[in-house]
Every structure is written in structure tokens, then in C-alpha cells.
């Protein structure tokens, strides 16, 4: 059901500008400091060289080969198995005439050669891993992709090892520890490659782990640098310029005397997410996730500093340069790991170097990615737990009543811990100045319980039912829509039976790719949201779409079929209905929502292309 909400506006963008944001060159070219060949490659449309195409996060193509014209010609050019059977998120990559593949645990990864019809394997590689990582996994065994540089691979375990390989070998170059599964903590998140230094986080939240993101060299595996989420201020490396600009955000000693006690040490701001970076500004950015315990009370005393907030980095020295905290002492779980997406808007006329990121809060917000400035924010989807983020002070009003408590069952908050959308990256268009976000569609009761923390050991501290959106009335459970992020307004949407947790890719010939979960992989158009095409898959779309030339020269689509992350977990690990609050509530509105019925695990690379 596509429903049609207004027609879309242009931005006031110069083309330049707009051209630069499409490559992630938020500045002028002799500025750039990056990876001098992620720099050059991100800029050729043929190649996915990164996760979300560039720098900036955007998940734009210039290919126009496959068009609003001809994109019901599209037909499955080939497939490929993974080898293994859990949630496949991200995407392949592919860099010059090979595409490099990934799996879920136990993260297999193939390197297959285009020149050979429809392909050859050129070699694979599966980690030696320890296989306790598998039960300490929050939300399946995921695995949100490669990273690419300099002609090596870099792979990112469940857990916990950085590995790198060579790319055209799959020989083993390095490894390196990042994370240790004796205390709860893995790696789901895709590494990003900034310079000389591949930069990895850390997931693990429900275990009392304590957030952190590292920063190795690419070529020795040394670690560089690591800063961590909460602590003291030299472990989280604020720079001596952090926050200068809007204290009122926060600045030295926060990440101590926010919390009560040394509850920071068990604190979460896990860093599972997306990473970006602005070669111009020489800043990389992420999110972080919720503070631990989910159970507020025992967090009580401040904002819990820095859960659920945006960090600027310096890539160099590690250094935080400013952060802003979406949700203070969260009482959600509202993790703000998702995606921060790098465009160039026009601002009260002005051009302005913006940050987009689209909060598990329900906010969407517009930050100046110099400095941290708030510009706008406004719900993408059904909120009631804050009526609005505050223009005096950037902080959400919150609604009392919404607010979770110790032992008691607080219903109907929207959205759920799910989010208004989870991991799944959202696009840009810098042709329409709009944005393509994959969206939930669930409220939820939430309960706040005691929890002890034992390393290693689960340290949630809530029990929670999840359900469908506005307090449970709604008969679907996501959408993915077309969103104005400076006038905070929906153009367009279709509403889809499951949450959308595929990340779409936007192209130059007017389309928008995504999946649903119970498998179906659809092109819109950009302007109407209207389907125009749409196949059927084997397992439910997780993954995020990628489209890019082969060595002959036509433009191919790919995209991972695989049904699993959070709201699949109940497939994906053939979990019985009997307990809705299982797999932190995920079990009860999965097989509210039909969703065991509709698909079944799998794990399988389609590649389209036009007959």
C-alpha cells in the first residue's frame, strides 16, 4: 500500500555542492584527508567500495542504466549461497571487477572474480573462531560487512578479532583482539577505514559491557587508539576544544559524575553501529547505544553520559571533538548507533555541512556536523514517550507517564525498543534533497526489574511485550517512506506487513531498492513511492541492496537474503511462541505479526540484471 503524501521539493543546493555530497567531498577536493584510494574509488559509480557506498553514508548511485523505465525487464542474473543459515545484514563489495562476499557467524567471506561468467570463486576464507560468542550474541549472529583498502580486506568477528586479508589472496595479513566474549562483548558492526587506520566498535550492551570504539593500523594490526563511551575523560579522549561551541550538551567529567556510583563501568554505549567520516573536517562520526542496565532506576542520577549520543572524532588521536546525547537517561533501550548521513543542506540559506541521523527514539535530527549544533529534529514516526526536542535547551520533554519504572508495567510507549527504525541505514538523494528511510512500526509495555550484573552474563533488567504501532491499533508493523529532514514531514510511504529492517540504495535512474521481511525485493520510484517491480526471494531481506557495472559493463543489482537481526530472531533461531517476552520481546510481536509463517531461514546473494 503506497500512500501519497505531497509532491517532493527540491533543496536549494548548488550543483557542485550537490555533487560533492553524492561522493562524501563535503569540501573542497584539495582538502581531503582520507584514504587517498577509498577517496578515488568512492567517487566511481561502477564500484561499491565502501558499506554505504561513501564516506558520507549516503547510499546513492549515479548508474541510470536500470531506470523507472525499464526496471520491469529486471530478472534474477544469478545467485549465490553463503554457507550459512542466520541474518545476513549489510552488503558485498565490489571493487573493481571482484565482489567480496560475507556471511553471518561464522563469517565466511569469498572474494568472487566477474570476469567469469556469471562468476569465479577466487578464493574463501572462514575465521577460527570461539564458538561461546554464538550464546553472548544479543540479537543474532550478524554481521554488517567488509571493509575495503589499500588492497586488503578487513573483517570484523563475532568474536571479537579485527583480520585482515589480502584482497586478491584471502591470505591472512593480521589479527588483532578487540573485544572478549567472557564478558559479553562481540562485534556485529562493519569496520570503516579512515586514512591509515581501520576503526572498529564493540556490541554488547545487554551484558554490562562498557562502550568503546578502536582505531588499528592497516598495515601492522597495532592498536593506535581507543576511546572509550563513559569514564573518566581521559579513557573517552575528549580534545581540549570538546563541546566549546554548546556546553549545554555536555563537556569534562560527565562521564563519571552523570552516573551513580561507578555504575559507567557497566555502563553499555555500545558502538555497534554505522560509522561516517568528512575528509574536509578530518571527522569521523558514530553513535552509541543504550546505557546499562535497561532498568533506569538503577542508573539514576544523572543523563548517563555518553549513551545514546553522536560522537565527532578526530581519526588521528582518537580525540572527541564534540558529542550531543539524543535520549539522557534513557528508560527505552533507545540505542543511537543507527547511521549519521553527511549532506550538504541548505540552511536558512546557507549552506551548511549537516549531519542527518535518524534516532531509535523516533526523532530525526539535523545537527551541524562542525560543531554539533542542533538544527532541527522531528519525529519520523509515531512518537508519544517526548512530545518534541526542546529549542531552548536541545533536550526531549518527555511525557512523564511514558517514562519506564522498577516493577512497573508502563504500557503503551512508541516507539518500542526496536525503534522508529533499527540498524537498518537509511539513503539520501542529493537530486531531491530527500531521504529514504526503512521504519518500525511497534509501541510497547516495558517493566523495569533488578538486575546483577555477572560478566558474561546477561544484565538487561526489564521485561518488555512488544506490538504493532499506536498503542497496538495498527495492522501493519513498518513502512519505509520518503522524508524531509528539515521540514520534518513525510512525502511519501508504503506501509509493509513487517518492520523494514533492509536498508535501502537510491539511484540516478529515479529508483529506490529495498527487501521486507518475508523476502520480497521491490524498486519504487523516487518521487511516488510506487512499486515497480518486485521479486520474490527464498529467505526474508535483512541485508542492504547495492548496485553497481560488471567487467561487461551493465549495471547489476545485489542483495542478501537471510532472515534474522532482532525482530527475526524468532526464525532465525526456530524459537517456540510460548514466551512473548523472549528474545527481549522480539518472540511475542514476530509471531504476532505472522512473521514465522511468512518466511524461512536462509542465506543466499541474488544478482539482477536487465534481460
Known amino acids: ?60 548511485s549515479e548508474l541510470t542504466q536500470i531506470n523507472t523505465k525499464n526496471v520491469s525487464r529486471l530478472r534474477l542474473a544469478w545467485s549465490f549461497s553463503t554457507g550459512a543459515l542466520r541474518g545476513h545484514e549489510g552488503g558485498p563489495l565490489v571493487v573493481g571487477s571482484t565482489m567480496y562476499v560475507h556471511s553471518a557467524y561464522p563469517n565466511h567471506v569469498y572474494a568472487l572474480d566477474l570476469t567469469q561468467k556469471p562468476y569465479a570463486i577466487k578464493w574463501q576464507y572462514t575465521p577460527v573462531q570461539n564458538s561461546q560468542a554464538v550464546a553472548v550474541a544479543c540479537c543474532d549472529v550478524v554481521n554488517r560487512g567488509l571493509a575495503y583498502a589499500n588492497g586488503k580486506l578487513f573483517l570484523a568477528t563475532l568474536d571479537g578479532q579485527i583480520i585482515a586479508l589480502d584482497a586478491n589472496t584471502g591470505k591472512e595479513l593480521w589479527k588483532a583482539k578487540h573485544a572478549d566474549v567472557t564478558k559479553g ?50 579513557e573517552i579522549l575528549l580534545d581540549s576544544d570538546f563541546n566549546k561551541e554548546f556546553p549545554q550538551h555536555g563537556g569534562p567529567g560527565d562521564g563519571t559524575k552523570t552516573w551513580p556510583g561507578e555504575q559507567w563501568k557497566l555502563g553499555g554505549g555500545t558502538t555497534w553501529g554505522w560509522y561516517s567520516y568528512d575528509p574536509a573536517l578530518d571527522l569521523f562520526y558514530y553513535g552509541t547505544s543504550n546505557p546499562g542496565t535497561w532498568n533506569a532506576e538503577q542508573r539514576k542520577g544523572g543523563d548517563n553520559k555518553w549513551s545514546c549520543s553522536i560522537f565527532a572524532r578526530r581519526p588521528d588521536t582518537g580525540k572527541a571533538r564534540w558529542a550531543y546525547q539524543m535520549t539522557p537517561w534513557d528508560a527505552w533501550d533507545y540505542d543511537g548507533v543507527n547511521e549519521m ?48 526536542i526542546s529549542k531552548e535547551n536541545d533536550r526531549p520533554v518527555e511525557v512523564p507517564e511514558k517514562r519506564t519504572k522498577q516493577g512497573v508495567d508502563t504500557k503503551g510507549i512508541c516507539p518500542n525498543a526496536m525503534g522508529g527504525k533499527d540498524q537498518q541505514p537509511a539513503a539520501y538523494n542529493p537530486q531531491t534533497g530527500l531521504f529514504y528511510v526503512p521504519t518500525n512500526n511497534m509501541c510497547m509495555n516495558y517493566e523495569g526489574v533488578e538486575a546483577t550484573y555477572t560478566a558474561g552474563a546477561p544484565y538487561v533488567g526489564a521485561n518488555v511485550l512488544m506490538y504493532s504501532g499506536h498503542e497496538g491499533k495498527d495492522d501493519y508493523y513498518g513502512a519505509f517512506i520518503c522524508y524531509d529532514a528539515l521540514k520534518g514531514k513525510r512525502v511519501w510511504e508504503i506501509h509493509e506487513r513487517f518492520p ?8 540516478a535512474g529515479g529508483l529506490a531498492f529495498y527487501g521486507t521481511m518475508d523476502g520480497w525485493f521491490k524498486a519504487v520510484d523516487i518521487k511516488t513511492g510506487k512499486v515497480l517491480w518486485q521479486q520474490k526471494l527464498g529467505s526474508g531481506i535483512i541485508g542492504n541492496p547495492i548496485t553497481f557495472l560488471g567487467p561487461d559493463k551493465k549495471q547489476y543489482v545485489a542483495v542478501y537474503s537471510g532472515v534474522g537481526g532482532w525482530f527475526g530472531i524468532a526464525v532465525a533461531q526456530n524459537l517456540p511462541p510460548d514466551d512473548p517476552y523472549a528474545g527481549l520481546g522480539a518472540v511475542g510481536v514476530a509471531y504476532q505479526a505472522g512473521l514465522p509463517k511468512a518466511t524461512t531461514i536462509g542465506g543466499e546473494l541474488y544478482v539482477f540484471s536487465l534481460e
Not at 555541512?353 to 539535523?366: E, K
Request: proline content about 5%; charged content about 25%.
Open 500 to 507: 523494514v529492517w533492509s536498508g535501502p540504495v537510491v539511484t
Open 185 to 234: 562483548e562481540t562485534i556485529t558492526g562493519a569496520p570503516l577505514v579512515v586514512k591509515d587506520k581501520v576503526l572498529v566498535g564493540v556490541s554488547g550492551g545487554e551484558f554490562g559491557v562498557r562502550g568503546r570504539v578502536g582505531a588499528y593500523d592497516i598495515n601492522t594490526g597495532n592498536r593506535v587508539w581507543l576511546a572509550y563511551s563513559q569514564g573518566p575523560d581521559e
Open 341 to 388: 548521513i553527511l549532506p550538504d543542506l541548505t540552511v536558512k540559506g546557507k549552506k551548511t555541512p549537516c549531519l542527518v541521523h535518524f534516532d531509535r527514539n523516533g526523532f530525526c535530527y539535523v545537527l551541524d556536523r562542525r560543531t554539533g549544533e542542533l538544527i532541527e529534529a522531528h519525529p519520523f514516526v509515531y512518537v508519544n514517550w517526548a512530545k518534541e
Open 1 to 60: 500500500m503506497t500512500i501519497k503524501l505531497k509532491k517532493p521539493k527540491k533543496y536549494a543546493v548548488a550543483k557542485k555542492a550537490t555533487m560533492l555530497a553524492a561522493f562524501g567531498l563535503m569540501g573542497s577536493l584539495p582538502l581531503a584527508k582520507g584514504n587517498d584510494e577509498l577517496i578515488k574509488l568512492e567517487k566511481d559509480p561502477g564500484q561499491w567500495v565502501m558499506q554505504n557506498k561513501n564516506y558520507a553514508n549516503m547510499r546513492f
